[in-house]
Structure formats: structure tokens, C-alpha cells
């Protein structure tokens, strides 16, 4: 696994000028050593900060130590102005959590009242427009505040990727597909950069990489991840070539960003002239941190890498594709384990999810795209992809999407993949999230939002929110319980 960030966390402690500052000075050394217990390291910034000087000082060393991601620790009830400067001035992810005081014989040289002095900075941090992530309850003991710091590093690494992130589009958005139409503007407003290509320039780089020397090395390795599923070893050459293409390009037009992400246009036109669904290598992208998002959806290529991001695990695109009929449930009803009809439904793609995600996988022929060009015939432009029963287990679908007058809005809903037999085709699986039924009437259908959804392997749906939340997005949508309505609901329903 690749493509994402390193974090190099640092810590600055602050401290008010009427407040000893030995004592902000020596609980930010408590927490450093709880840290060391559970394996984080955190740089000691040494400049504690009192005033604006002690900021400029602070900035110069954490510049000096290579920190990317900053704890502002309120060791006492801090300074809130030379505080929220640094915050300010800071170019990484910042949290800010403070000390709870640890005694109960020591409250009059010993208290902090860091507990009073967070609601000072909070009104400083808002004066200068400046977002930090706070944790759930962010005032504790040194214990406490090192598990909120191991919280805060998915969240950190998403957020410094996203800075630093290139999406490259291959196609023209089809016809077909309206709700992929969606303006990139708010990806400029992130801070993402997009670089958006014809087919034949995608098809260009293809040819390009005929005779690349790198092409017998990923054959034996598609060769020995496919094992027995390796159905169309002669399409092999073709299927190398591609994904040998699409790297080494990212590689060459990465530019000023550092990591890279794809929107591809691959199908009809597609498989006419590179005689291939390009799915399987799609999934082996994946599989390496580098999501490769169908039929251009740029949103959806962007909701894959942040589910990546916060879960370190491959992820994959499906459509949130059709309902599981009633014999097929109350054959397996025994794997049901109490979910509702209208709490399942079945996530599919053509073959575009990674080999580790799937069971019993093989390649095969993507038997839609078939029907439309080559009907009749035995499959050969429409083979490549691989197909399999999606991986049991915890499951997190996710979309951040714009609408057509370039709001950013999301939803995120956490649930699991049955052990169920689906009985179809493709990368597909029997998703159980409770109260799907609503959500997908209420959020998905109400607030417009597409037919693809990122897919991830684990439930990371706290960080996922706390990143949307430090982006600015102000409508994050998720499947409510069922005693809440949504706002749309008819409440005389029963």
C-alpha cells in the first residue's frame, strides 16, 4: 500500500503568563510518555508558547523539525491569542485538546483550568476563521489525551493528502450518466488539483507503452495473484500494458501535487479499440492505494481515496445496484441475523474490486457491456474482469458529491456485508445497513445523490466525519435510527 502521507506529529504546549508554566511544561511531558506506551511518536516542541514571540519561536522550531501535524496542548488555561496565531500560521492539521486537572490534593498551585480556558481559545480560533479538529470530549489526563491523539491521525493523514492531491480524468463524463456531470470548482476550493484528458490521449499512452520493459514483471504478478481464476492468461500482455501506462504517467504528471487518483472513461468506446474492459486493472490500482473510479466520477474516485486514507485499506466503487429477492432471503434467511428486507440491498460493479476484498475470485467477461457489443458471439473485447462475492464482514458506504450549483455535500453510513450468497454477476455483495430502506429514500433519493458509492472494509465513519466537518462541509447526511425521522418524512406514516 501506497500513495498517502507520512505523519510526523508534533506537540507545542501553552501556557498563560499568570499560570506557572512548569506546570504546562511537565503534563506535556506526561503525555509524550503516554504516547510512547502505545506506540505513537511525537516530537517534542520545546518552545512553550506565552505570548506572540513564543509563537514566531514555536513556528521557527516546528518548521525546523519536519512536523506536519501539530497538538496545540493547553497544558493550563493557555494564552488564547498567541494560541489561536499559531493555529492560524500552522500550514498542517492541528487538534487542540487541554489538560483535566489530576488531583484533587494539589488545586491551588496545581490547578490549570485549562477546562475554562478552551472555551477562550474556541471564541479566538473562530475570530481568525481558523478550523482545528477537537476531540469528543477534548480535556483529559495525559492517558486520555494520548488515545485522542492516536484518534486524530487518520483524520491528520486525510486532510494532509487531500492538500497535496491530483485527480487525473480520462473521457468526456457520458451521456449516460447525468449525475457524473458535476462541476469541479469545489475541488479547486479543497485545495485538490484535477487534470482532465481525452480517450485518445488515454489511448495514446497506451500504444506509448507497447514495448515497456516493465510489462513481463506485472504479467507474472497478475498471473500469480489470479492463481486458478487466471481464465484469459492471453490477455494478460494487453491488461500489463494498461496498468503500466496509467503509472507511469501518474509518475510524470504528478507536478507540484504527490499523490494521484484516477477517473477513467471505460466503456463502449473503450473496449473497441483496446480490446479489453480495463476493470481488472482498476482493481489492482485500487489494491495499491491508487483508486481508479468508473465512467469519470470524479466525486466518486475523490470518496474512495478519503475512505482509503482513514482506513489504510483497499476500497472499491460499486452502484448501490438492486434489492435482494424474497426466496433468495428466506433461503439463507439463517445469515439474515434480524435485518429487515428493506435494510439490504446488493452493491455491484463490473469486476473493479481488489482480489483481497473478494472470495472466490476469477477473471471473466463483463456480461453487460457484452450484450451491447458483442452479442452473439463468444466474449473477447468485453473479457477483463475480475469477479467474485464481496468479503464478509464490517463494511462503510460514503459519497462526498457536488451539486449542480457546486455546494459539496455527503452522506457516510456504516453496516456489513452478509455472508450471503448473492447469486449474480460481477464484484457483488449483500450489504445490511440498518434502516436502509429510509436513508435511501430520504438521503440518497431526497438530496440527489448518484447510483455509485465508495465502498471501504472498515467501519472509520468517525474520522470520516470529523474530516468532512474540518473541510467545511456543512450537509453531512447518515441513516438514522428508526424512532428519528428525517426532515422530509411523512410523519403519518405507521
Request: with cysteine; hydrophobic share 40%.
Given at each position: 500500500?501506497?500513495?498517502?502521507?507520512?505523519?510526523?506529529?508534533?506537540?507545542?504546549?501553552?501556557?498563560?503568563?499568570?499560570?506557572?508554566?512548569?506546570?504546562?511544561?511537565?503534563?506535556?511531558?506526561?503525555?509524550?510518555?503516554?504516547?510512547?506506551?502505545?506506540?505513537?511518536?511525537?516530537?517534542?516542541?520545546?518552545?512553550?508558547?506565552?505570548?506572540?514571540?513564543?509563537?514566531?519561536?514555536?513556528?521557527?522550531?516546528?518548521?525546523?523539525?519536519?512536523?506536519?501535524?501539530?497538538?496545540?496542548?493547553?497544558?493550563?488555561?493557555?494564552?488564547?491569542?498567541?494560541?489561536?496565531?499559531?493555529?492560524?500560521?500552522?500550514?498542517?492539521?492541528?487538534?487542540?485538546?487541554?489538560?483535566?486537572?489530576?488531583?484533587?490534593?494539589?488545586?491551588?498551585?496545581?490547578?490549570?483550568?485549562?477546562?475554562?480556558?478552551?472555551?477562550?481559545?474556541?471564541?479566538?480560533?473562530?475570530?481568525?476563521?481558523?478550523?482545528?479538529?477537537?476531540?469528543?470530549?477534548?480535556?483529559?489526563?495525559?492517558?486520555?489525551?494520548?488515545?485522542?491523539?492516536?484518534?486524530?491521525?487518520?483524520?491528520?493523514?486525510?486532510?494532509?493528502?487531500?492538500?497535496?492531491?491530483?485527480?487525473?480524468?480520462?473521457?468526456?463524463?457520458?451521456?449516460?450518466?447525468?449525475?457524473?456531470?458535476?462541476?469541479?470548482?469545489?475541488?479547486?476550493?479543497?485545495?485538490?488539483?484535477?487534470?482532465?484528458?481525452?480517450?485518445?490521449?488515454?489511448?495514446?499512452?497506451?500504444?506509448?507503452?507497447?514495448?515497456?520493459?516493465?510489462?513481463?514483471?506485472?504479467?507474472?504478478?497478475?498471473?500469480?495473484?489470479?492463481?486458478?481464476?487466471?481464465?484469459?492468461?492471453?490477455?494478460?500482455?494487453?491488461?500489463?500494458?494498461?496498468?503500466?501506462?496509467?503509472?507511469?504517467?501518474?509518475?510524470?504528471?504528478?507536478?507540484?501535487?504527490?499523490?494521484?487518483?484516477?477517473?477513467?472513461?471505460?466503456?463502449?468506446?473503450?473496449?473497441?479499440?483496446?480490446?479489453?474492459?480495463?476493470?481488472?486493472?482498476?482493481?489492482?490500482?485500487?489494491?495499491?492505494?491508487?483508486?481508479?473510479?468508473?465512467?469519470?466520477?470524479?466525486?466518486?474516485?475523490?470518496?474512495?481515496?478519503?475512505?482509503?486514507?482513514?482506513?489504510?485499506?483497499?476500497?472499491?466503487?460499486?452502484?448501490?445496484?438492486?434489492?435482494?429477492?424474497?426466496?433468495l432471503i428466506e433461503e439463507q434467511k439463517n445469515k439474515i441475523k434480524g435485518y429487515k428486507?428493506?435494510?439490504?440491498?446488493?452493491?455491484?460493479?463490473?469486476?473493479?474490486?481488489?482480489?483481497?476484498?473478494?472470495?472466490?475470485?476469477?477473471?471473466?467477461?463483463?456480461?453487460?457491456?457484452?450484450?451491447?457489443?458483442?452479442?452473439?458471439?463468444?466474449?473477447?473485447?468485453?473479457?477483463?474482469?475480475?469477479?467474485?462475492?464481496?468479503?464478509?464482514?464490517?463494511?462503510?458506504?460514503?459519497?462526498?458529491?457536488?451539486?449542480?450549483?457546486?455546494?459539496?455535500?455527503?452522506?457516510?453510513?456504516?453496516?456489513?456485508?452478509?455472508?450471503?450468497?448473492?447469486?449474480?454477476?460481477?464484484?457483488?455483495?449483500?450489504?445490511?445497513?440498518?434502516?436502509?430502506?429510509?436513508?435511501?429514500?430520504?438521503?440518497m433519493l431526497e438530496k440527489k445523490f448518484p447510483h455509485h458509492t465508495a465502498v471501504g472494509?472498515?467501519?472509520?465513519?468517525?474520522?470520516?466525519?470529523?474530516?468532512?466537518?474540518?473541510?467545511?462541509?456543512?450537509?453531512?447526511?447518515?441513516?438514522?435510527?428508526?424512532?428519528?425521522?428525517?426532515?422530509?418524512?411523512?410523519?403519518?406514516?405507521?
Amino acid at each position: 500500500m501506497k500513495n498517502l502521507p507520512e505523519v510526523k506529529l508534533g506537540i507545542v504546549a501553552v501556557s498563560r503568563d499568570c499560570f506557572p508554566i512548569e506546570l504546562s511544561r511537565n503534563r506535556k511531558y506526561k503525555v509524550i510518555e503516554e504516547c510512547h506506551k502505545i506506540g505513537l511518536n511525537l516530537v517534542d516542541i520545546e518552545t512553550i508558547v506565552e505570548n506572540e514571540n513564543d509563537t514566531l519561536k514555536a513556528l521557527k522550531e516546528i518548521k525546523e523539525k519536519g512536523v506536519n501535524v501539530l497538538v496545540i496542548y493547553l497544558g493550563n488555561f493557555g494564552p488564547e491569542g498567541p494560541t489561536s496565531l499559531l493555529a492560524q500560521k500552522f500550514e498542517g492539521p492541528i487538534m487542540a485538546c487541554a489538560a483535566g486537572e489530576e488531583t484533587g490534593k494539589d488545586l491551588f498551585g496545581g490547578r490549570g483550568d485549562a477546562y475554562c480556558g478552551f472555551l477562550s481559545l474556541c471564541y479566538n480560533l473562530g475570530l481568525r476563521n481558523t478550523r482545528v479538529y477537537i476531540p469528543h470530549y477534548p480535556v483529559g489526563i495525559p492517558s486520555e489525551i494520548a488515545q485522542m491523539i492516536k484518534e486524530f491521525i487518520p483524520i491528520a493523514r486525510t486532510l494532509l493528502a487531500l492538500r497535496k492531491l491530483k485527480i487525473f480524468s480520462f473521457g468526456p463524463r457520458p451521456q449516460d450518466f447525468v449525475t457524473m456531470h458535476t462541476p469541479i470548482k469545489p475541488l479547486y476550493d479543497l485545495g485538490i488539483s484535477i487534470m482532465e484528458n481525452s480517450e485518445l490521449d488515454l489511448y495514446d499512452i497506451y500504444k506509448s507503452a507497447e514495448n515497456n520493459p516493465k510489462i513481463p514483471e506485472v504479467m507474472e504478478d497478475m498471473a500469480k495473484e489470479l492463481g486458478v481464476g487466471n481464465r484469459y492468461p492471453e490477455l494478460l500482455r494487453k491488461l500489463s500494458q494498461y496498468e503500466v501506462a496509467l503509472t507511469e504517467f501518474m509518475e510524470k504528471n504528478l507536478g507540484a501535487s504527490e499523490y494521484g487518483i484516477f477517473a477513467n472513461k471505460c466503456w463502449p468506446a473503450f473496449e473497441k479499440y483496446f480490446g479489453f474492459v480495463p476493470c481488472y486493472v482498476n482493481s489492482r490500482l485500487a489494491s495499491k492505494g491508487i483508486p481508479v473510479a468508473c465512467e469519470v466520477d470524479v466525486y466518486g474516485a475523490l470518496s474512495e481515496y478519503i475512505l482509503y486514507l482513514t482506513s489504510e485499506m483497499p476500497v472499491t466503487l460499486l452502484d448501490v445496484n438492486n434489492t435482494v429477492p424474497y426466496d433468495l432471503i428466506e433461503e439463507q434467511k439463517n445469515k439474515i441475523k434480524g435485518y429487515k428486507v428493506t435494510d439490504l440491498f446488493m452493491g455491484f460493479h463490473c469486476g473493479n474490486t481488489p482480489a483481497c476484498c473478494l472470495v472466490d475470485y476469477s477473471m471473466k467477461y463483463q456480461l453487460i457491456m457484452h450484450r451491447l457489443l458483442e452479442p452473439g458471439k463468444e466474449p473477447d473485447i468485453t473479457r477483463g474482469t475480475l469477479e467474485g462475492r464481496l468479503r464478509p464482514g464490517e463494511m462503510i458506504i460514503f459519497r462526498i458529491h457536488a451539486t449542480p450549483d457546486a455546494r459539496l455535500i455527503s452522506y457516510v453510513a456504516e453496516g456489513e456485508i452478509l455472508d450471503l450468497d448473492p447469486k449474480s454477476f460481477g464484484s457483488i455483495g449483500v450489504f445490511a445497513i440498518k434502516e436502509m430502506g429510509r436513508f435511501y429514500r430520504y438521503v440518497m433519493l431526497e438530496k440527489k445523490f448518484p447510483h455509485h458509492t465508495a465502498v471501504g472494509f472498515k467501519h472509520v465513519g468517525k474520522y470520516v466525519f470529523e474530516v468532512l466537518k474540518l473541510l467545511g462541509i456543512k450537509e453531512i447526511y447518515y441513516n438514522l435510527p428508526e424512532n428519528q425521522r428525517y426532515p422530509e418524512e411523512n410523519p403519518f406514516l405507521s
